[in-house]
């Protein structure tokens, strides 16, 4: 399985260097296939067009003693090249009217997923079996530093791919928490505006399994570059059986915070996943060594949030700040990992304030007002 995903995956790239990919659904074939007739057209058309004029300045030159013609309209010319533009125009017209339709025709989906995109990662929703995460790049920063070699798949790299079946239709349905950005694969052929405050509605049926790269397509702000969308097609019966697991998981890990509540975490258990956390979520920000980027992303060393209130600093992690680019990651991150980032933020980089913040302070400050 592992050889085919790769082998496909490749295919796909090598296909796409000089020309359209032909991709690995009916729409993608459909499109390049159009995108290739249209070519030859306009290959015939600038032959005919060229070749005429060539062959004019060749054989009707000056020097030659040819006198150029002298008229002043012609009905015959006129019709001509009005009528034939239109009947070319007509047959580029109907199969790309077609194939545009067929498009966007999200109807009878087998799944439906909710893609919404924020600066600067995708969220992942199926609707109908209440799973979702967030899927954002896993590009090592030393490969983006130049400090290791980059790999064939550099920036095109996620710590969780979406994963689809082959032969299902699959419905998208795209938003943004922020600003417009755009859910881009072309293998596919599908490229969609998710626009904040609207929904628009793009679909697949892949025939082959692979693993599929694609990005974000509308310039959305500092990190644009750094939100690739990955997309990993099983076979019905693999993902059904994927399926289930994130649902297991899903299980476990409410089983896992139920637990959490109920103890205290140690102060180095603290440090050691908020360190994690923060690497994974705020250092692209605020900086591994929390000194932040001036005059951009704040400093978070001995700051009025690391030195403040405990609970302004929750506040800010769960809930974010409206008007700068503090995101909230109260559905990013988990009770524990929140805990773990405040504590790591308040006690590293020398500031040692000794305070500790555990799940069950999370928990109780995020239903606080419920």
Known sequence: MASSLSFVSLASSERSDLNLPVGVTDISQKVYDLHMTIFYICIAIGVAVFGVMLWAMVFHRKSRGVKAANFHESLKVEVAWTIVPFFILIGMAVPAT??????????ESDISIVVTGSQWKWHY??????????????TPMEQIQNKWVKGDTYLLEVDKPLVIPTNRKVRFLMTSDDVIHSWWVPDFAVKKDANPGFINEAWTRVNEPGIYRGQCAELCGKDHGFMPVVVKALPPEEFDEWMAQQKALKAAAAAEEARLLAMNMSFEELMKEGEAAYMGYCAACHQANGAGLPGVFPSLINSPITLGDVNGHIDIVVNGKKGTAMQAFAKQMSLKQIAAVVTYERNAWGI????????KDVHQFINQGE
């Open 98 to 107: 077609k194939t545009l339709f067929e498009m966007e025709d999200a109807s």
């Open 125 to 138: 929703k199926y609707l109908d079996d209440d799973i979702e995460f967030y899927s954002l790049m896993s």
């Open 352 to 359: 040692n304030s000794g305070d500790l913040v555990q799940p």
